[in-house]
């Protein structure tokens, strides 16, 4: 619970202090003055807010002497319970009570927060290590000179004598001495032995407190000194000014009546400020008395307003920066009101509800154990931004500017409401590490004109609303919360669903390995989705490692292999499903999709399991709970995301990885930046939208967040977690299974990020290194992802080191007699777009997208060298050498008269929750041959398929 109070209250102060920090570091280049900066910073910001403490706290001073020279009269009449009773009347008729002393404290209270995250910024604050600053030797360490011999630390007992200064010459009270007093030897034991930046800090703070209480001091003694001014000026004033009529009017006059009018606003605020440190009762009279007349003198001389010698920029500072006493408190309160609640909902949206909606549409890209962490942090966030803003817009709450700004804000709740629920955009599918598959629809061009129109729009309704706009954005804000109550149980309940797996302290075997890994000798099922393994690659690794061939005796490679989608959506339903549940299909019910994509696998699954002993390891993007609602209940359904962080672990303790990048996997990733990056996103206009997604040169064709440093180091955790699955199976894998099994793998070593380095033993790099892509393809395919969203320079690389890893898992099974008795099927739902023979780079016609699909078959009891059949397959045959296996003919039969017509290929994506085809291709014979693609995206949008006028 206490963790989770950080989170909310402190880690988000800790993270805007540290930006601060570096921001003024680059500013400076130093440390030491960095921090002093940051204080001072602290301090101005604080300040509207320290003065209020402190008015209060002297508002209160005044109460209570005149309440205890009150108590004094009754003790000497009163006593007991009478006495009690007197004084707790007087208490009620003065309004006053005890705990009003706080007041003197809230100033040292609104600095505990900041103190308390710079503790925490301090401690983890390595670049501060050995970083000397005057005398300070080390920075992240007490400093300390030497004394009579004695190590003295001089910036503690400097703190202290500001503190103790500042106390003795702030009150003349000796309860108040003596409690300042205690405070500040606290604090000399609490920071005697802290880092001397922590130290350099709160010094600076208590120096720049005491600064303040001088200037105070200082304006207290001059306002005193020009009471009698103010009511001199009363008396002027007071008197009635009767303008010469208009014929007479000279332009002395006229400026005489301006200068005698801006003298009295200047004075008049002056000695406004007076009595707000306790003028007495006759002097507050005087002032309003005062400001009626000013307000008089001010309408009488409207019409001579114009001819001031005054410049106009100097009318409009005046204007906007003095108080606008012609607002009544009512409408000032509404229009407040207003603006607070817009900024609420401005900040609500950004850092909790967007936020929320994105974790929770997919928990499993995100770390389960920091869950609670991270919404917490979210949420801090929301509290802090908002109060910044509001506190900030206070300063204008007593100027022209209140109504402007109200509306103002309320129209950019407008727009953003509009971005975050209307117009959501086209980025394509949501990738792993939240990087959108197609980031380029942010440059089009129409874009400046939507975001105009919906600009004027917004501004127009909230013109009409403005009668009903504090009831609007109540009613908005109570739809908000009900939507983030809702993402937040379904968060919940997808964190509980989570197998929770206890710490193991000797981490020699993931958990339920030998259950997932077992097979029988008697017959099995295997088939391995490798996701986004390009197929015409391998036919560049035959050649390249000739080797291969040997360990896959028995297989037949297909090379001329299509996927029916480009994306692991689209494409995982085909590989169980078959052609009835391609892209194409799928896309004619879209309020279906989910459905469909889970009756694709439990068609077959279901009919197998009564012989077979049925598993799955990973099931792509397929709803889940559809899933396990239609499957079988002994089918077992495990997630590879379960087992990331387990054999993250397992793999850089038993595999001779490098410190740096054992350390840098080990490192605290933290995922709200990006999700406050990704909420700002869904809210600003479109022309906006490419300024906080952001092209990384570092990572080639890849983005990063506007908030989001941790793009590599994420990137890294993945890349390493994804490759020790394929690894660890041929050292768990047992035979321990006394029924033939049917099992169901989907890989992700090769998907994006591609860390792994072939001449390393196939271990995650951080640093860039040389691809073992031969030259001759390299220019075919690096050329291409210049452009490209998926940083596909080292994807070889990792489709090699998944070949290696499973070479390892056939050689086990053959020594396990496993082998033999196996139905073996490799294929993948999609390729990368990086295809060596894509038809549209060989022929420049713009056709398939990601198009070449990995399938490699070995049939049961089949033997022999490895054969190459460059017959027209698909990623979808695969339920057809399923079936065969199974000796379901009526199967094989369906899906080859599914195939005659030819094979489809959709490029699709998603808008919202629902698919959308965006070009649809008839393919027959080659399909490196572009002559080969017939587009029919035309003959099926009235929602039948037709080839040749029949209907198909």
């Known amino acids: 619970m206490l963790e989770i109070l950080y989170y909310i209250f402190i880690f988000p102060v800790e993270q805007v202090l540290e930006w601060a920090l570096f921001t003024l570091f680059k500013a400076t280049k130093n440390y030491g003055v960095s921090i002093i900066l940051l204080s001072l910073i602290m301090q101005l910001f604080m300040l509207k807010l320290t003065f209020y403490f402190d008015k209060k706290a002297a508002s209160f001073g005044a109460l209570k002497a005149q309440c205890d020279s009150k108590i004094k009269e009754f003790k000497r009449v009163f006593k007991g319970a009478e006495l009690q009773s007197y004084i707790r009347t007087l208490y009620k008729q003065k309004h006053f009570h005890p705990i009003f002393a706080l007041f003197g404290l809230g100033g040292l209270a609104l600095q505990i927060p900041f103190f308390i995250a710079m503790i925490h910024l301090v401690e983890n604050a390595e670049y501060l290590q050995s970083v000397r600053f005057l005398w300070i030797d080390d920075l992240s360490k007490p400093d300390s000179i030497m004394l009579f011999g004695l190590s003295i630390h001089i910036l503690p007992l400097l703190m202290t004598a500001f503190t103790l200064i500042n106390v003795f010459y702030s009150s003349k009270e000796l309860g108040a001495r003596v409690q300042g007093s205690l405070i500040a030897l606290l604090f000399l034991v609490l920071l005697y032995s802290m880092p001397s930046a922590l130290v350099l800090y709160w010094t600076c703070n208590m120096f720049f407190s005491l600064l303040k209480e001088i200037f105070k001091h200082k304006k207290h003694s001059s306002l005193s000194n020009h009471s009698q001014d103010c009511v001199s000026l009363e008396a002027v004033i007071t008197t009635k000014v009767t303008p010469a009529p208009k014929s007479t009017q000279n332009s002395q006059s006229n400026t005489a009546i301006t200068r005698m009018r801006e003298s009295a606003d200047r004075v008049g605020v002056e000695c406004r400020d007076s009595n707000d440190l306790n003028l007495s009762q006759d002097a507050r009279i005087a002032e309003s008395r005062m400001e009626s007349k000013i307000t008089s003198s001010k309408q009488n001389s409207k019409n001579t307003e114009s001819k001031t010698s005054k410049s106009k920029l100097q009318v409009l500072f005046f204007n906007i920066f003095t108080p606008h006493a012609t607002i009544d408190s009512k409408t000032y309160k509404t229009y407040r009101n207003i603006s607070i609640l817009a900024i609420l909902n401005i900040c609500f949206i950004i850092c909790v509800f967007s936020p929320y909606a994105i974790y929770s549409s997919d928990v499993s890209q995100f770390d389960i154990s920091q869950t609670y962490q991270t919404l917490g942090a979210l949420f801090g966030f929301f509290i802090l931004s908002s109060f910044g803003l509001i506190y900030f817009t206070s300063f204008f709450y007593k100027t022209r500017l209140l109504k402007l700004g109200a509306w103002g804000v309320s129209v950019i709740l407008c727009i953003g409401l509009v971005y975050t629920f209307v117009l959501v955009g086209d980025y394509g599918v ?30 127009w309704v909230i013109y009409l609303l403005k009668r009903y706009l504090f009831f609007v954005l109540r009613t908005v804000s109570i739809v908000l919360i009900v939507l983030v109550v809702g993402n937040t149980i379904k968060i919940v309940y997808e964190k509980q669903s989570f197998h929770q797996v206890g710490q193991m302290g000797d981490i020699r075997k993931p958990p339920y390995t030998d259950e997932m890994l077992s097979f029988s000798k008697e017959e099995n099922i295997l088939v391995f989705v490798f996701d986004g393994f390009t197929g015409d690659h391998f036919s560049i690794m035959l050649g390249q490692y000739p080797e291969f061939k040997e360990y896959f005796d028995g297989f037949v490679f297909y090379p001329n292999t299509l996927t029916t989608g480009a994306y692991t959506d689209f494409g995982t339903p085909a590989i169980l499903g078959g052609y009835e549940y391609s892209s194409y299909h799928l896309s004619k019910n879209p309020d279906k999709f989910n459905d469909l994509s889970a009756q694709a696998f439990t068609k077959i699954l279901n009919q197998i399991n009564a012989k077979y002993d049925v598993m799955l390891n990973g099931i792509g993007h397929i709803d889940r709970t559809i899933l396990l609602s239609r499957l079988d209940e002994d089918i077992r359904v495990f997630q590879p995301e379960k087992l990331y962080g387990q054999y993250g672990d397992w793999f850089i303790d038993n595999f001779d990885m490098g410190e740096y990048e054992i350390s840098f996997y080990k490192t605290k990733y933290e995922v709200f930046p990006e999700l406050i990056s990704m909420g700002i996103f869904k809210f600003v206009p479109k022309y906006f939208k490419r300024f906080i997604y952001l092209p990384q040169e570092k990572w080639n064709g890849r983005y990063a967040w506007l908030f989001g440093d941790s793009l590599e180091r994420d990137g890294f955790r993945r890349g390493l977690q994804y490759a020790s699955l394929l690894r660890a199976y041929s050292l768990y894998s047992n035979t321990n299974s006394t029924k033939p099994t049917f099992k169901y793998f989907q890989d992700l070593t090769t998907h994006v990020p591609f860390l792994l380095n072939v001449d390393n033993a196939c271990k995650p790099e951080i640093s860039m290194y040389e691809t073992v892509l031969p030259k001759n393809y390299q220019e075919k395919i690096l050329g291409y992802y210049e452009h490209n969203v998926t940083n596909g320079r080292m994807h070889y690389d990792n489709e090699v080191c998944a070949i290696l890893s499973m070479l390892e898992w056939l050689k086990w099974m053959k020594a396990n007699g496993v082998y033999s008795n196996s139905t073996i099927i490799f294929t993948s739902d999609h390729g990368m777009a990086d295809g060596w023979r894509s038809a549209k780079d060989v022929f420049g016609k713009e056709i398939g997208f990601a198009e070449s699909a990995l399938l490699m078959v070995k049939k049961k009891n089949i033997n022999g060298e490895m054969r190459i059949d460059n017959r027209l397959m698909s990623n979808a045959d ?62 099926v949008k009235n929602g039948t398929f037709k080839i040749d006028g029949i209907e198909h």
Request: proline residues 2%; aromatic residues 6%.
């Open 430 to 459: 949501m990738l792993d590490g939240m990087q959108f598959s197609q980031p380029e629809n942010m440059y089009s061009r129409r874009n400046k004109l939507i975001d105009i129109g919906v600009i004027i729009v917004s501004a």
């Open 878 to 939: 695969t339920l057809s050498f399923i079936c065969a296996a199974i000796g379901d003919n009526e199967c094989v039969r369906e899906q080859t008269k599914l195939k005659e017509v030819g094979i489809l290929h959709a490029i699709t994506d998603m808008i919202g929750n629902k698919p959308r085809i965006n070009k649809l291709f008839l393919i027959n014979d080659d399909m490196y041959d572009a002559s080969n693609w017939q587009d029919i995206t035309e003959s």
